[in-house]
Each structure stands twice: as C-alpha cells, then as structure tokens.
C-alpha cells in the first residue's frame, strides 16, 4: 500500500488479488482499521448484496467482516467479467461517501475497465510528477541492448532487482515535478486515439494531395473538434453545477475589499504642505478655471484670426437635422465617384502614351 497526501489527513491505497476459490488476505486489512484507507482489487467474491446470482465464500466472509469493523464497499454499477454476471471488482474503504464507478466496455481482458471518480482532497501545496515519456522511452533504446547480455549472465533476482532500480531511476531523471495547480487532466482515450487519427491523415494527405486524402483530413478535423467541444462545455456545465451547489462559489472566488484610503492631509505646493482650507479652494479654483477657459490666441497671426472668425460664423448657423440617406442613393454616390476616378485614370493613362509618342518621334 502506499500512502498519499490528501486533505484533512493522509489516504491509504492499495491493490488485491485474491484468486478464485481462496480467502481474502484480511489480516492485511486489518492494519488499515481507524485510519483512512481505499482497497481495490478482482476479489472473485460473490454475494447477493452486489447483485450477483449466487454466493461463494469470499463473499460471505466480506459481508461478516465488513459488518464487524464498519467498512463500506465501493461497486461498480454493473457486472464487471465478461465470463459472466457478477460483481468481482470492486473496492473497500473506510467511508464510500462520494465515490463514483463507471465500468467502460473496452479492451480485450476477461475484466472491463473500471473508472473510478474519488472525494479526496489534495493540498494546493502539493506537487504531482509529470514524466517525459518520450525521453524515457529513448534512453531506454539506447540501452536495452546492454540490459539484454546482463540477462544471460546473471540469475533472474539479481537481474530482476537492478533492472526494477534502473527504471525507477530512469523515471525520476526524466520528470520533473510541478505544482498541483497547474494539473491538467488528460483526455479521454478515444479523444487522443481521435487527434492521432487526424495528425496520421494530415501526414498522409502531405504526402499524397489528393481530393480523397483532403477530404478524409478535414471529415476528421471536424468530427476532433466537434468531440472536444463537446467535452469542454460537459466540464463546463459540471464545473457550473458545482459552483452553484451550496457556497461553493467562494471556494474559487475570493472577495476582494480596497484598501483603506487614508484622509486628505492636505496639498503640496513647492515642497510646502498646505492645511488651510481656504487656501486650498482658492488655488484649486485658480487651476480649474484656468483649465478649462477659452484658449488664447495671437491677435497678430493672420491665421489665427482667420480660424477664430470662422469658428464664430459657425456658432450663428442654424441647428437644422440632416436629412436621412437611403442605402441606395448612398451606393449610387460611391459608384459615381468609382466612375469619376476611373475617367481620371485612363485620361492620365492616354496623357501618358501621348508623351511616349512624341517620344519616340522625335527621336
């Protein structure tokens, strides 16, 4: 078993396998009593209370313990072997308050896929490691012929216990470790199955550009964006549904209140703290009123009398609306001066081969 960091206190989790026809190891379960602690695992236990046919005796036992020691179990919603009917997968745990089981009807073993969605809490200060799989997976070609005339050479422990500590210094050397809250969970499988689909046809389409390749390229793109759509607004709409249960809002968003705006102190004028109150008014009216006068003009430029005239001239004009323009009469305005503008250029045009002409007769 192995323990992790979760909030208030730390979980224990671990794995089982108890073959067909024998006991479950509970003297190992019993460590884990008054601490909290998650075990999953095929148990080959049938019972009645999980919806199986009939009872065997793991199953019985299960239920004598569990009602002795107040454990709960986590099930899944339907039967987990493909061999039959029955509920052999599944987890024990302290308290299965909160836990959610999907079981996936994917691959090719005897047991479909569970997945299992927790309650437990991790720390924000917390770290997960992120692993560079495409590193890891290259040192391991550039040694495997190294480890394979190791194999031959020494017995299958000792081979066994270096190989296990190489790879797990191999996995430290190629991650890195970052913040919890910069976890991004990954997509679903057959959304990545999906994306390596539309990257093998745009890859094939480069190659080859052809209608069919293009066609293919882009029926895929379509249906990868349709389906990743689809996934952000289910999180969206369930990260909605969250927020809007009890006050969860707050736990995402924190109230912000302004600082504390100390009083006025007064006015600094030339290094020279003003409190006087009328003071302060009559330099603050000066200011203003200068700010917000008529500019003042040069009597002595032409062009500056000439701009003050008119600027006069337009207050003495009547306020009168204009009238409306229909979108109509506004295209024909724009073809006319089209039109206008397209006479200039071809009489520049003709200018031009003129002079050319004269040009040349000349010479």
């Known amino acids: 078993m192995v323990e992790?960091?979760?909030?208030?206190?730390?979980t224990l989790i671990g794995v089982v396998y108890v073959p067909p026809g024998t006991i479950p190891p509970f003297h190992l379960f019993t460590k884990c009593r008054n601490k909290a602690f998650c075990i999953f695992g095929d148990f080959n236990a049938k019972h009645g209370d999980w919806k199986c046919e009939t009872n065997n005796a793991s199953g019985n036992r299960i239920i004598t313990w569990l009602g002795e020691t107040g454990n709960e179990m986590i099930l899944p919603n339907k039967p987990t072997s493909r061999r039959s009917d029955a509920i052999i997968d599944f987890g024990i745990t302290h308290d299965a308050t909160g836990w959610h089981t999907e079981v996936l009807d994917e691959g090719t073993s005897d047991h479909f896929p569970i997945l299992i969605q927790s309650p437990l809490n991790v720390s924000d200060s917390a770290v997960f490691r992120k692993t560079n799989w495409?590193?890891?997976?290259?040192?391991?070609?550039?040694?495997?012929?190294?480890?394979?005339?190791?194999?031959?050479?020494?017995?299958?422990?000792?081979?066994?216990?270096?190989?296990?500590?190489?790879?797990?210094?191999?996995?430290?050397?190629?991650?890195?470790?970052?913040?919890i809250k910069q976890y991004r969970p990954p997509w679903p499988y057959y959304l990545v199955m999906l994306a390596k689909e539309v990257n093998r046809s745009r890859r094939r389409y480069r190659r080859n550009k052809t209608i069919f390749n293009l066609n293919n390229f882009l029926e895929l793109k379509k249906k990868f964006y349709a389906e990743r759509f689809e996934l952000?607004?289910?999180?969206?709409?369930?990260?909605?549904?969250?927020?809007?249960?009890?006050?969860?809002?707050?736990?995402i968003a924190t109230?912000?209140?302004?600082?504390?705006?100390?009083?006025?102190?007064?006015?600094?004028?030339?290094?020279?703290?003003?409190?006087?109150p009328e003071t302060i008014v009559d330099i603050l009216a000066n200011h203003y009123e200068k700010h917000f006068a008529d500019p003042q003009h040069d009597e002595n430029n032409i062009v500056h009398q000439k701009c003050i005239s008119i600027y006069e001239q337009l207050g003495y004009m009547p306020n009168i609306p204009l009238d409306n323009i229909s979108i109509n009469e506004s295209i024909v305005q724009q073809q006319q001066r089209l039109a206008h503008v397209l006479a200039?250029?071809?009489?520049?045009?003709?200018?031009?081969?003129?002079?050319?002409?004269?040009?040349?007769?000349?010479?």
């Open 255 to 276: 109230p912000i209140f302004h600082s504390y705006s100390p009083p006025f102190r007064g006015l600094n004028v030339n290094n020279i703290i003003i409190k006087d």
């Open 232 to 251: 952000t607004k289910q999180k969206y709409e369930k990260k909605m549904e969250w927020i809007k249960k009890d006050q969860n809002i707050w736990k």
């Open 344 to 363: 200039i250029i071809q009489d520049l045009k003709a200018l031009s081969s003129k002079k050319k002409e004269k040009k040349n007769i000349i010479l």
């Open 134 to 179: 495409n590193l890891f997976k290259s040192f391991l070609n550039c040694v495997y012929e190294y480890w394979l005339t190791l194999v031959y050479n020494y017995d299958e422990q000792f081979f066994f216990t270096h190989f296990s500590l190489f790879l797990q210094s191999l996995w430290d050397r190629c991650s890195f470790y970052k913040p």
């Open 4 to 10: 992790i960091e979760t909030t208030p206190i730390s």
